[in-house]
């Protein structure tokens, strides 16, 4: 039986291209019929800029369409129509310089090729009044934190407005991924955001693979889900750990971090890093589970099992964590659609949103899984879809495990990569889809990589959650969104 994650492929040449205007108000057309944006990027090409956009039907289909148009003339903005394309479009007119005209809030994603020190003259917005004051956080935070700047607005201790200020660390990751051969790079791939190493990884193997024609045996696609799901359970109790820490709830702070650790070394157990690093191959997997190693890993499974229902149980009927939690940092489902969040804070908001059910292929077709989705949009809300999602991957993990028991497969050559095309990849991490889209050239030389981690569409998600709060549980809802500085930054 032969499968793929959800990949969609075009030939380059076979993508509709359109005039800057009727492009335009066909993608506006198609998002008012409830078509929802994956990703929207630019090449540049001495002062032309190819802009390209994939949407997602209601039938869960891709559908790709291109314009191409003069950096000075550009085009008119979208964002007022569907602020879901905010970032999209502020991060095209930073990276090509492209003009779009009447764009609400043309500010940088990340400060790409500027100084620096340009990042402290941004005008940040002002609330005016005397009793209104600012509070400046960041962007040097203590212990490991990344580094990013948060600029709240309150009247007394209340937030009316934040303003999230990120491109500290930007590395130029996009560019990188150019300069040597893709099937190399893997590694690099790894730490564009090393907690989730899996996800990035299987993005970029599985556009790889389409664009070489590599089709993998079910039991690799299930070996690659089994990585990606203990990377899921473990960032799931780190983020349960933290807020249980920032809400001095103790218990929950100690056991759910213990059980962190049980769930990282078992994905060392079976690669030899406890953050899945090495994992994915382009070809395959470097996973192994020899009938030696075979019973840990079921113990460990059955430990988190057993152990996890009994911290929950404490979790969640703790008034203390009730009281901090409930109705603390919402989201309605209408704020979250519009600003077309992904992943485990748009099903807290109450929309259905998994790319693991994108496809009638691969490992959750032949085990599937159940996402879980809450409507209230709450710390409470989040915390609660982490402990179903954790007690899912854990019962799927279990039966993948019993069903497919050996992942003994040499891995495939991965050969020259089709001419002109253009691969699309779509994986649920812990956090929600990771987007990896490979274009390649007359000689199958990659020519534009894009990546895309959810952090990206879900800061603004942080901001607009925060407002009405008070300033003392922003920590709270910080870390129940769990959100990436460095998947930003790129």
């Not at 700047?149 to 937030?159: H, N, P, T, W, Y």
């Not at 996009?174 to 990884?201: C, F, N």
């Not at 089994?226 to 473990?234: F, I």
Request: hydrophobic share 40%.
């Amino acid at each position: 039986m032969k499968a793929s994650m959800t990949v969609h492929q075009v030939a380059v040449g076979a993508i509709p291209s359109l005039e800057p205007g009727p492009w335009r108000d066909e993608l506006l057309k198609q998002l008012r019929a409830d078509m929802r944006v994956v990703t929207l990027y630019g090449k540049r090409d001495g002062d032309r800029v190819a802009v390209t956009a994939v949407l997602q039907a209601s039938d869960r289909s891709l559908h790709v369409s291109r314009t191409e148009v003069a950096a000075e003339r550009g085009y008119h903005e979208m964002t007022t129509e569907h602020a879901a394309l905010h970032c999209f479009e502020r991060e095209l007119h930073e990276q090509t310089g492209v003009r779009i005209a009447g764009h609400p809030w043309l500010k940088p994603i990340r400060y790409e090729g500027q100084e620096q020190s340009a990042m402290n003259a941004h005008p940040f917005y002002k609330i005016e009044g005397k009793e209104v004051h600012e509070v400046a956080v960041g962007p040097i935070h203590a212990g490991v934190i990344e580094p990013g700047s948060f600029r709240f607005m309150c009247l007394g201790e209340q937030v009316h407005h934040l303003e999230i200020h990120l491109g500290y660390q930007h590395r130029g990751v996009e560019r990188r991924l150019l300069e040597r051969d893709p099937r190399s790079l893997t590694p690099l791939i790894e730490t564009i955001a090393g907690d989730t190493s899996v996800a990035h990884a299987w993005a970029h193997c599985s556009a790889l693979e389409s664009l070489a024609g590599c089709r993998l045996d079910i039991e690799i696609e299930l070996a690659r889900a089994v990585a990606l799901e203990l990377e899921r359970v473990a960032m799931h109790l780190s983020t349960l750990a933290g807020m249980a820490a920032d809400i001095g709830f103790l218990q929950g702070a100690t056991t759910y971090g213990r059980l962190r650790t049980t769930a990282i070394n078992t994905m060392m157990r079976l690669c030899g890093s406890r953050f899945g690093k090495g994992a994915l191959r382009p070809g395959g997997v470097r996973m192994r589970l020899p009938p030696e190693t075979l019973p840990d890993i079921r113990a460990n499974l059955d430990l988190l099992q057993a152990d996890l229902p009994i911290i929950d149980d404490c979790f969640l009927m703790a008034r203390t964590v009730q009281h901090r939690l409930r109705s603390t940092g919402t989201l309605t489902t209408a704020q979250a659609r519009e600003l077309g969040l992904v992943g485990l804070a748009a099903r807290a908001s109450g929309i259905e949103i998994d790319a693991r059910h994108l496809t009638e292929q691969g490992a959750y077709s032949v085990v599937p899984i159940q996402p879980a989705v809450l409507p209230d949009g709450d710390c409470w809300a989040r915390a609660r879809v982490r402990i179903a999602e954790i007690e899912a991957s854990l019962s799927w993990m279990s039966t993948v495990i019993a069903l497919y028991a050996s992942w003994e497969r040499p891995r495939l050559s991965i050969g020259e990569l089709a001419p002109d095309q253009l691969a699309i990849s779509l994986v649920e991490g812990f956090r929600g889809e990771v987007v990896h889209c490979i274009e390649t050239g007359a000689h199958g030389e990659v020519v534009h990589y894009k990546v895309q981690d959810p952090s990206f569409r879900n800061w603004m998600g942080l901001a607009l959650a925060v407002r009405g709060n008070e300033i003392s549980d922003f920590p709270i809802c910080n870390k129940s969104f769990d959100l990436s500085y460095c998947g930003n930054d790129l």
